[in-house]
């Protein structure tokens, strides 16, 4: 157990439709950053918040949105949903939000769009 | 971030050691290079970090040569649940998000 909770574990949706990915960090941990894995792919990273606040941004859909919570939890939305969509998604969670040594991951949610 | 590359897939037998070689020929002087496991089905995992000459720790070795243009993960006598995504990252140590590569999937075989 690494310390970040990801639920749900799996799901299963259908095109066009929204859900909705929850992330707790690892306790003391003020960063999040959500990454996306599709079948076959690498990791890509999506956004990142900061106790709160955004920090940084990657190669985020406008239809993917996400936020953190004052008690420092995370959803990320995805609406809209294509088949391109099913994959991977893990949370990661630091301490300051910097520091690659830093980063640990939770274990995933795995999302099949049908 | 620096670019780097290195062997898409990689096999070896249970007991020998194996040694990932990651190319980053644009590293800044800030860089740290970060190696990172991946199981299927799982999260990375944070395997070692180093800036330059050796690092060693209980689960393996980074070599990173005076012109820190490339590292080597070196796996000592690895065994089959060392079968795994390995991941080469180069970035500031204080960088804000981390961006992965395809890395090199290694398959041990007993």
Not at chain 1, 13 to 28: E, K, M, N
Request: with cysteine; charged share 15%.
């Amino acid at each position: 157990d690494s310390g970040v909770t990801q639920t749900p574990k799996h799901l299963i949706t259908a095109t066009g439709q929204r859900v909705t990915l929850r992330c707790s960090p690892r306790s003391g941990d003020l960063s999040v950053y959500w990454y996306q894995q599709s079948l076959d792919q690498g990791l890509q990273f999506l956004i990142q918040y900061y106790n709160g606040e955004e920090r940084a941004k990657g190669n985020i859909l406008e239809r993917f949105s996400a936020q953190q919570f004052p008690d420092l939890h995370s959803e990320l939305n995805l609406s809209s949903l294509e088949l391109g969509d099913s994959a991977l998604y893990f949370c990661a969670s630091s301490v300051t939000g910097q520091g690659s040594y830093g980063y640990t991951f939770g274990s995933g949610t795995r999302l099949t769009v049908v | 971030l620096a670019k780097t590359t290195q062997p898409i897939s990689m096999d070896s037998y249970e007991g020998q050691e194996v040694n990932i070689t990651c190319s980053h020929n644009n590293i800044a002087t800030n860089d740290y290079i970060t190696w990172y496991q991946q199981f299927p089905s799982q999260g990375p995992r944070f395997i070692i970090q180093g800036y330059k000459t050796k690092v060693t720790n209980e689960v393996a070795s980074l070599f990173i040569p005076a012109d820190r243009k490339s590292s080597t993960l070196s796996l000592p006598r690895v065994s089959l649940s060392d079968t795994a995504v390995y991941y080469c990252l180069v970035a500031l140590y204080n960088t804000d998000k981390l961006i992965f590569g395809t890395g090199t999937r290694l398959q041990v075989f007993p």
